[in-house]
């Protein structure tokens, strides 16, 4: 239904559910207290005063808010995975089928990632080793500022901008296609991965790199050998949370990819998201249930988890300072 | 490594060969870190002067002196008016969440905490789909502000726990300690020995997580219920909020409207830079600090 707004119930999941989301979570948040190691007297072995009632006002209050992002995570959990089934108990499929929305995601981020993963860790490295501090004071806040800006904005920017002018370069190219959507994101991703990449770089202790210069080593063989091998957990946290990052961002994806589910691997082309597919109908611009939107979100929950997985596997094998 | 210094082979005689290639490596890695920043700057420059219609300035002016200027400014006060009310639910609960954890009496760590992580990098769209669920369903809001306020808490949320705990752990623990050997209880430990210590880190990351509040567009699609031929900018309508009036410069570029919605971006990036550098500024201080005489680790 073009036009309208999307919400209306169809089926309304009941009350109860949401209380038992509540009521598991602060059991499994209460859980993990109980597992703490045993106290004595007071809330901490040093404390010697007994807790008035204000700080056990204020410990029953930290706890509920300790409790909340356990409940969220329970809620999301049920509320996706029981608003995709629609009213006549059927899985909400939407229009042209998952699976093309599915490739499309993974096409779109893959070419962000493709670009932004090596770029993002050579920044990394400059910034973490390779620059003067005056150079670093500046360039590194103008880097991170990148991070910060409105996906809205960047949307807009592929669209009017970014995609006009790759249109003269590349022959073929539709202005909204998976290589304008992919090139802009990562732009955004960058500097999502070479922050914290950077920080895993620097948190390397002196002692290796001293140790592998002393041994001989010229600094590029230092960093290539011993400080990147050392920082690889964290690095590999970067790129999960610049794969999250790509496969749920949404306007980029709404206005910049298309709205054309194809299964195709040329990147010239539009092809639609998960999330452009939630954007697409949240618009107005498609038509969709409120069962299919919730079904693509679980699709983009569990696409996110996939990734994840794999990036972790990628930077598990041959490490070699674990 | 220490601030300020760098390690380097000591070097005797002219550059031998592997040195000339760590001279080209370098090189090559600070092209790469300019370029994004570039490309970003071009780009909106680009925007900026296509988009404004600046070979015809005296459009512009007129569509704001006939009402634009004023559908913008209200578009503001509600982008402003969201976002406060989404800092006031999010910010306490998620610094409170990072205190549980950090605090006396601490939870088994590492699946709470692991938990707040996770939160953190789900996609902002899903919790779109959330606040439709539990705000406009099941609690009957409406495609309201409060309902908008709500659901972009709970992107918040996550971020902000993240950020708080972490600048928690950097209290050291000698400094609870030495609060309880004075006799404090802990709720006072925490209160005038622990938040001190680690405001500047709270507060630093609590801004950027509003500065994000403040440009997402994401999950107010979802909620506001938008579709592009009713955006409204009235006041108390989540449709009419800064980032999603931007998106109008997407339905009908280059006319007197998109110019309005240009200023908008110019906007929305003014604010994103006061906030990140006011953000940064709180942060490179308090390093300062730690690094001082003050935080001195004893050992």
Same mark, same amino acid.
């Given at each position: 239904?073009?036009?309208?707004?999307?919400?209306?119930?169809?089926?309304?999941?009941?009350?109860?559910?949401?209380?038992?989301?509540?009521?598991?979570?602060?059991?499994?948040?209460?859980?993990?207290?109980?597992?703490?190691?045993?106290?004595?007297?007071?809330?901490?072995?040093?404390?010697?005063?007994?807790?008035?009632?204000?700080?056990?006002?204020?410990?029953?209050?930290?706890?509920?808010?300790?409790?909340?992002?356990?409940?969220?995570?329970?809620?999301?959990?049920?509320?996706?995975?029981?608003?995709?089934?629609?009213?006549?108990?059927?899985?909400?499929?939407?229009?042209?089928?998952?699976?093309?929305?599915?490739?499309?995601?993974?096409?779109?981020?893959?070419?962000?990632?493709?670009?932004?993963?090596?770029?993002?860790?050579?920044?990394?490295?400059?910034?973490?080793?390779?620059?003067?501090?005056?150079?670093?004071?500046?360039?590194?806040?103008?880097?991170?500022?990148?991070?910060?800006?409105?996906?809205?904005?960047?949307?807009?920017?592929?669209?009017?901008?970014?995609?006009?002018?790759?249109?003269?370069?590349?022959?073929?190219?539709?202005?909204?296609?998976?290589?304008?959507?992919?090139?802009?994101?990562?732009?955004?991703?960058?500097?999502?991965?070479?922050?914290?990449?950077?920080?895993?770089?620097?948190?390397?202790?002196?002692?290796?790199?001293?140790?592998?210069?002393?041994?001989?080593?010229?600094?590029?063989?230092?960093?290539?050998?011993?400080?990147?091998?050392?920082?690889?957990?964290?690095?590999?946290?970067?790129?999960?949370?610049?794969?999250?990052?790509?496969?749920?961002?949404?306007?980029?994806?709404?206005?910049?990819?298309?709205?054309?589910?194809?299964?195709?691997?040329?990147?010239?082309?539009?092809?639609?998201?998960?999330?452009?597919?939630?954007?697409?109908?949240?618009?107005?611009?498609?038509?969709?249930?409120?069962?299919?939107?919730?079904?693509?979100?679980?699709?983009?929950?569990?696409?996110?988890?996939?990734?994840?997985?794999?990036?972790?596997?990628?930077?598990?094998?041959?490490?070699?300072?674990? | 490594?220490?601030?300020?210094?760098?390690?380097?082979?000591?070097?005797?005689?002219?550059?031998?060969?592997?040195?000339?290639?760590?001279?080209?490596?370098?090189?090559?890695?600070?092209?790469? #870190? &300019?370029?994004? $920043?570039?490309?970003?700057? +071009?780009?909106?420059? @680009?925007?900026?002067?296509?988009? *404004?219609?600046? !070979? =015809?300035?005296?459009?512009?002016?007129?569509?704001?002196?006939?009402?634009?200027?004023?559908?913008?400014?209200?578009?503001?006060?509600?982008?402003?008016?969201?976002?406060?009310?989404?800092?006031?639910?999010?910010?306490?609960?998620?610094?409170?969440?990072?205190?549980?954890?950090?605090?006396?009496?601490?939870?088994?760590?590492?699946?709470?905490?692991?938990?707040?992580?996770?939160?953190?990098?789900?996609?902002?769209?899903?919790?779109?789909?959330?606040?439709?669920?539990?705000?406009?369903?099941?609690?009957?809001?409406?495609?309201?502000?409060?309902?908008?306020?709500? #659901? &972009?808490?709970? $992107?918040?949320?996550?971020? +902000?726990?993240?950020? @708080?705990?972490?600048?928690?752990? *950097?209290?050291? !623990? =000698?400094?609870?300690?030495?609060?309880?050997?004075?006799?404090?209880?802990?709720?006072?430990?925490?209160?005038?020995?622990?938040?001190?210590?680690?405001?500047?880190?709270?507060?630093?990351?609590?801004?950027?997580?509003?500065?994000?509040?403040?440009?997402?567009?994401?999950?107010?699609?979802?909620?506001?219920?938008?579709?592009?031929?009713?955006?409204?900018?009235?006041?108390?309508?989540?449709?009419?909020?800064?980032?999603?009036?931007?998106?109008?410069?997407?339905?009908?570029?280059?006319?007197?409207?998109?110019?309005?919605?240009?200023?908008?971006?110019?906007?929305?990036?003014?604010?994103?830079?006061?906030?990140?550098?006011?953000?940064?500024?709180?942060?490179?201080?308090?390093?300062?600090?730690? !690094?001082?005489?003050?935080?001195?680790?004893?050992?």
């Amino acid at each position: 239904m073009p036009g309208e707004r999307l919400g209306l119930p169809e089926v309304a999941l009941s009350p109860d559910r949401h209380f038992t989301c509540i009521g598991l979570g602060i059991a499994m948040t209460e859980r993990f207290h109980e597992r703490a190691p045993p106290s004595g007297a007071g809330p901490e072995p040093w404390c010697s005063r007994p807790a008035g009632s204000g700080d056990r006002m204020v410990g029953l209050a930290l706890r509920a808010c300790a409790a909340l992002p356990v409940i969220l995570s329970l809620s999301l959990l049920g509320i996706l995975a029981e608003g995709a089934w629609d009213g006549a108990g059927k899985l909400g499929i939407p229009e042209g089928g998952l699976w093309p929305r599915v490739l499309g995601t993974l096409l779109v981020s893959g070419v962000a990632l493709a670009v932004a993963v090596p770029l993002g860790l050579l920044a990394a490295l400059f910034l973490s080793e390779l620059a003067r501090p005056a150079v670093r004071r500046w360039l590194k806040p103008a880097l991170e500022l990148l991070a910060g800006i409105p996906t809205v904005v960047y949307a807009l920017l592929a669209v009017l901008v970014a995609g006009p002018a790759l249109a003269r370069v590349v022959p073929g190219l539709e202005v909204p296609s998976a290589l304008v959507a992919g090139l802009v994101l990562a732009l955004m991703l960058v500097p999502t991965i070479s922050s914290l990449s950077e920080d895993a770089l620097r948190a390397v202790p002196r002692e290796l790199r001293e140790a592998a210069l002393a041994l001989g080593a010229s600094r590029l063989r230092m960093l290539w050998l011993v400080v990147v091998p050392a920082a690889r957990p964290g690095i590999v946290a970067a790129v999960m949370l610049a794969v999250s990052r790509a496969v749920g961002e949404t306007m980029i994806m709404t206005y910049a990819a298309g709205h054309v589910p194809r299964t195709g691997l040329d990147p010239r082309v539009a092809v639609e998201t998960l999330t452009g597919y939630m954007g697409g109908v949240a618009l107005g611009q498609e038509p969709g249930t409120s069962a299919s939107v919730f079904t693509v979100g679980a699709a983009v929950l569990g696409l996110n988890v996939l990734a994840h997985a794999v990036v972790l596997r990628l930077g598990r094998r041959s490490g070699r300072w674990s | 490594m220490t601030r300020g210094e760098r390690l380097r082979p000591v070097s005797l005689g002219p550059p031998p060969r592997h040195q000339r290639r760590g001279r080209l490596f370098a090189a090559v890695c600070m092209a790469v #870190t &300019l370029l994004p $920043v570039l490309v970003v700057a +071009v780009l909106l420059g @680009a925007l900026v002067q296509s988009g *404004a219609g600046l !070979d =015809e300035p005296t459009v512009v002016l007129h569509h704001l002196a006939e009402g634009g200027a004023q559908q913008l400014l209200r578009s503001v006060v509600g982008s402003l008016w969201l976002v406060s009310m989404c800092a006031c639910v999010a910010v306490p609960l998620g610094v409170g969440a990072a205190l549980q954890l950090e605090g006396p009496r601490r939870p088994v760590r590492s699946a709470l905490a692991l938990n707040i992580a996770s939160l953190a990098g789900v996609p902002s769209v899903l919790f779109g789909l959330v606040g439709l669920e539990l705000f406009v369903r099941a609690l009957h809001l409406g495609h309201s502000m409060v309902t908008a306020a709500l #659901t &972009l808490a709970l $992107v918040v949320l996550p971020i +902000v726990a993240v950020a @708080a705990r972490s600048a928690l752990r *950097a209290v050291p !623990d =000698e400094l609870r300690e030495a609060g309880y050997a004075l006799g404090a209880t802990p709720w006072q430990v925490t209160r005038q020995v622990v938040l001190p210590a680690a405001l500047p880190g709270i507060l630093s990351g609590t801004i950027l997580a509003i500065a994000r509040a403040f440009g997402e567009a994401a999950p107010l699609l979802l909620v506001a219920g938008m579709t592009m031929s009713g955006s409204s900018t009235a006041l108390g309508d989540p449709r009419g909020v800064l980032p999603l009036h931007v998106l109008a410069l997407l339905v009908e570029p280059r006319t007197a409207a998109s110019a309005e919605a240009l200023v908008g971006v110019v906007v929305l990036l003014g604010t994103l830079l006061v906030l990140s550098g006011w953000a940064m500024h709180l942060r490179h201080r308090h390093e300062r600090r730690r !690094d001082g005489p003050w935080f001195e680790d004893p050992r």
